[in-house]
């Protein structure tokens, strides 16, 4: 069965703190792998990877992925109030019609 | 309007009513989805369609019912509400082949009592 696993569920930092979550996936027919951040409304996309070990960036957000070890990672450095969110990752399936497969979400709240 | 719309934004129901979930789309996008969204299980995939008249079931169909007579319109129907049905809907509409393109809906917050 495929499987989207996101940890840490939650994360309380301080204002320009660095964080790091986390998405590790078991996928058949793996595509790629899509962030995104969802604050009180619906999901925004944030990123889309398809190769291992190419950063993609985004002002202070950045994310990797590494498709031997079959996980992701997103990083926000110097991190604000408005950075919280609940961030979610979702793989995409060759085989399965564009489908996405969620994680069930990392919940950031940053401090001031 | 420009984009995707869900309606209505919130919803009560009493369990054994029938409920629609209405979902509208002005991009032409062919693929449209219904995820439903609880505490701890992220998104999950209720239904989907990759173009008008052609549905298929996702990772949680039971107890919904979909149809898609025109590429627009995308309505998610709950025929006989239970109260596990209580959750957030998030319709989603996405260009083929391209998933960065997937855009959701502001999401129905349904309620069943």
């Known amino acids: 069965e495929d499987k989207v696993v996101q940890s840490p569920l939650s994360l309380v930092v301080h204002e320009g703190d660095t964080v790091t979550l986390n998405c590790s996936y078991e996928v058949t027919n793996f595509r790629s792998l899509l962030w995104y951040k969802q604050e009180k409304k619906a999901p925004t996309f944030l990123f889309m990877l398809?190769?291992?070990?190419i950063e993609k960036k985004s002002g202070r957000l950045s994310s990797i992925l590494d498709k031997k070890e079959l996980f992701s990672i997103l990083n926000i450095t110097a991190t604000q109030t408005g950075d919280s969110a609940i961030y979610l990752c979702?793989?995409?399936?060759?085989?399965?019609?564009?489908?996405?497969?969620f994680g069930g979400g990392t919940r950031l709240m940053v401090k001031p | 309007d420009a984009g995707i719309t869900q309606s209505p934004r919130y919803k009560i129901t009493e369990t054994g009513r029938q409920v629609t979930l209405m979902c509208h789309q002005t991009?032409?996008?062919?693929?449209m989805f219904w995820y439903r969204q609880d505490l701890g299980h992220g998104l999950r995939l209720i239904y989907y369609?990759?173009?008008?008249?052609?549905?298929d079931k996702g990772e949680v169909p039971d107890g919904y019912v979909v149809s898609r007579s025109k590429t627009e319109n995308f309505p998610l129907t709950l025929e006989s509400a239970t109260r596990s049905q209580t959750s957030v809907y998030f319709c989603?509409?996405?260009?083929?082949?391209?998933?960065?393109?997937?855009?959701f809906g502001p999401g129905t917050r349904l309620l069943v009592l």
């Open positions: 398809t190769s291992s070990g």
């Open positions: 991009w032409s996008h062919s693929y």
């Open positions: 979702a793989v995409e399936r060759g085989n399965a019609g564009n489908m996405l497969t």
């Open positions: 369609s990759a173009a008008a008249d052609i549905t």
């Open positions: 989603a509409s996405m260009s083929a082949g391209i998933p960065e393109t997937q855009y």
